[in-house]
């Protein structure tokens, strides 16, 4: 029995002037109901919600309860509340370049009196501070967020609620400005960590981080939500750990719970492993041991590798099918489809039928079938789908925009998929009263590709192919291989080397798969840059290894290794572009739009066997400051394929460019 120490904190009355929630503390029950079932373990659980929860009795169940945790236990911070952002002191700016810190807000993080307010926030540097010394004993810490960190109004539909702390209070002045810079005294680690030590040695030396795996609801920049009684990543996270039966790696984990959620929100949960720990995000949930019901001589059941646990429902017009579908990542890319009843007496083999949103008929390929007045369920395999959706927003007279799009509907994809909110969209068909344009959901100023200035059956024909072109992209973007049985750890180091204008070379630092760079100003004056990129074999295998570029014009480049498909021996170093120096460009629609960033990606693909990616490979869309001409222009696209090899794995990293003349407004 594993010891799994959890500390468990839920709010939804906050002090005024902080706007109360209404689904934390069912979130923490729906956590201790879940644990408290888990095989395996030993629960030694902590709760504090509402006034319980206040700062101290937080920092008191780091030091005093999650502490008890030694090697071989689990440690366990889950927080479902109010998240919000403060003004960071000077000496975090490096490692915060938004100059922001992020925080949790307890429930005496804000309250106000007659001086005026006063703040009390858990600061994500203080929780960095509480997990190293807690970590420190070995334990496997996991900590969860179901909170944002930023936004501003509640969205309009009544039964969803952002957890976001608004910037205008009840009074309509507090906050205005933001939570300002606190006073150095005012961090819990103020007594054993100076200012001045973290000036002079660094936030890394100063204030180590832990090993750890934080998964956290949705991005800064965005709002995490409640619905139905309950956080709707707490919810998502949850269904999938039961359908999975809690075998599942944290890798995989991230894949499923995003696939849920996106049926809904453009909520993006973030998962995260300190540099130096990528391992973790290959243990399964609470480091539970990497056991799984095997298929034996007396025929119990052998689950092995990522699977979903469906339920298999008849229907006397519809036929066989089971309660999952597109939104949850089934695809037709899914090997088996297995099926039981309920006491395991009974197995039937079958296939993917049609898939629609929430569902996926079910065809029975062995001569015998299940009675349909009794209850099964089925295991999913390989299914690798990452569907987008796709918002439009028609202003056009008698919305003849939406209509063309509809007329041409079976030229889509099978991977798009029309929203009903501009919140759960991906991307947004901005329709004028006589032209379309793509943007990101919500982000109507930043076209991706040309305005199309008519609206006709020509354009709406290459706007469907366009987003068919950027389904492609994201599909592989999001490829990954969830029954990889071979790989503990990410097998393939990636390494770059930004070059200053002096010829010298700075490395860049990697966390958890972001790199984040700066242009320099040319002897033109002309912002650019340049910078080395290599890839090395961790493994103690010979691999078969290819990077793919994927530009923010959509564009999957495979030549930047000297082959597309590189045989790699163990320790062995491959250089991008030859070793040569690769541009970094400042694109004209990064500064025309005020982009905060140049944003392009790098896919690793690792094998234990030759694999082919020319059918991952597609052009560049037009981007929107290219002349309209260019726009219905055919473009090299591909069907969608997986990579053929025995065992594979798929690294992501996104490098991030500053915009130099970026205006915060």
Not at 134 to 156: E, I, K, N
Not at 359 to 376: A, G
Not at 619 to 645: C, F, I, V
Request: aromatic share 12%.
């Amino acid at each position: 029995m594993r010891r799994v120490f959890a500390l468990l904190v839920g709010i939804d009355t906050y002090q005024a002037p902080v706007p109360r929630l209404f689904a934390c503390k069912n979130d923490i029950s729906l956590v201790m109901g879940y644990l408290e079932e888990m095989p395996g373990i030993d629960l030694h659980p902590m709760v504090l919600l509402d006034a319980a929860a206040t700062k101290q009795q937080i920092v008191h169940g780091f030091t005093n309860h999650l502490s008890q945790a030694k090697e071989g236990d689990v440690a366990l911070f889950y927080y479902s509340g109010h998240g919000t952002f403060e003004k960071a002191d000077e000496v975090f700016w490096n490692t915060n370049p938004d100059r922001v810190l992020q925080s949790l807000l307890c429930y005496d993080g804000i309250s106000v009196t007659a001086d005026g307010e006063i703040y009390n926030l858990l600061a994500d540097k203080e929780i960095r501070y509480l997990i190293h010394k807690v970590a420190s004993a070995g334990s496997h810490f996991l900590t969860v967020f179901d909170c944002c960190h930023s936004g501003t109004a509640s969205r309009s539909r009544e039964e969803v609620r952002k957890r976001t702390f608004l910037k205008v209070g009840e009074n309509g002045n507090l906050l205005k400005d933001g939570i300002p810079t606190r006073p150095w005294e005012d961090f819990i680690f103020a007594s054993d960590i100076s200012r001045s030590t973290v000036n002079d040695r660094g936030v890394r030396n100063a204030l180590p981080e832990g090993p750890h795996i934080q998964i956290a609801a949705c991005l800064p920049e965005e709002s995490a939500y409640e619905r139905g009684g309950n956080g709707v990543f707490t919810r998502s996270f949850f269904d999938v750990l039961t359908r999975t039966g809690g075998a599942i790696t944290y890798f995989d984990l991230q894949s499923h719970v995003r696939n849920f959620i996106k049926n809904d929100f453009r909520q993006v949960p973030q998962f995260y492993v300190p540099q130096g720990y990528n391992d973790l995000i290959y243990r399964l949930f609470l480091d539970q041991p990497v056991t799984f019901d095997r298929q034996t001589e007396s025929g119990e059941l052998k689950m092995e590798g990522s699977f979903l646990k469906a339920n298999v429902i008849f229907h006397p017009q519809k036929g066989w099918y089971f309660d999952l579908g597109h939104i949850n990542g089934i695809s037709k890319q899914a090997e088996t489809v297995e099926v039981f009843s309920q006491d395991r007496s009974e197995q039937y083999l079958a296939k993917i039928g049609a898939i629609r949103s929430g569902e996926t008929d079910v065809i029975f390929t062995s001569l015998e079938r299940p009675d349909p007045e009794k209850k099964y369920w089925a295991i999913v395999r390989g299914f690798l789908s990452s569907p987008i959706k796709v918002f439009l927003n028609d202003h056009s007279p008698g919305l003849v925009g939406s209509k063309l799009i509809d007329q041409y509907s079976n030229l889509l994809g099978s991977n798009i998929y029309l929203a009903e909110e501009e919140y759960a969209a991906d991307y947004t068909v901005q329709i004028g009263e006589n032209s379309y344009s793509i943007t990101r959901a919500e982000d109507p100023l930043r076209p991706l590709v040309p305005i199309f200035r008519f609206i006709n059956e020509g354009n709406t024909q290459t706007l469907i192919a366009y987003l068919n072109h950027i389904s492609q992209w994201e599909y592989v973007k999001n490829l990954h291989n969830p029954n990889s049985l071979l790989f503990a750890s990410s097998p393939i180091q990636l390494n770059i080397q930004q070059r200053t204008g002096q010829r010298e070379s700075m490395e860049v630092p990697i966390s958890n798969g972001l790199a984040i760079l700066q242009y320099d100003r040319r002897p033109d004056g002309r912002w650019g840059g340049a910078v080395q990129i290599s890839v090395t074999n961790h493994w103690e295998r010979k691999l078969f290894v290819a990077c793919l570029y994927l530009s923010s014009n959509f564009q999957i480049y495979e030549q930047f290794l000297p082959q597309n498909v590189n045989s790699m021996s163990p320790g062995s170093t491959l250089f991008l572009n030859d070793g040569l120096d690769i541009p970094l460009v400042y694109e004209r629609e990064i500064a025309e739009y005020n982009h905060k960033y140049s944003i392009f990606y790098l896919k690793i693909i690792a094998s234990t066997a030759p694999f082919d990616v020319m059918n991952l490979v597609q052009d560049a869309l037009p981007s929107a400051s290219q002349p309209e001409t260019r726009a219905g222009r055919k473009m090299k696209t591909r069907k969608e394929k997986n990579p053929n090899a025995e065992d594979w794995i798929t690294q992501l990293y996104t490098v991030k460019i500053r915009n130099p003349d970026f205006r915060d407004s």
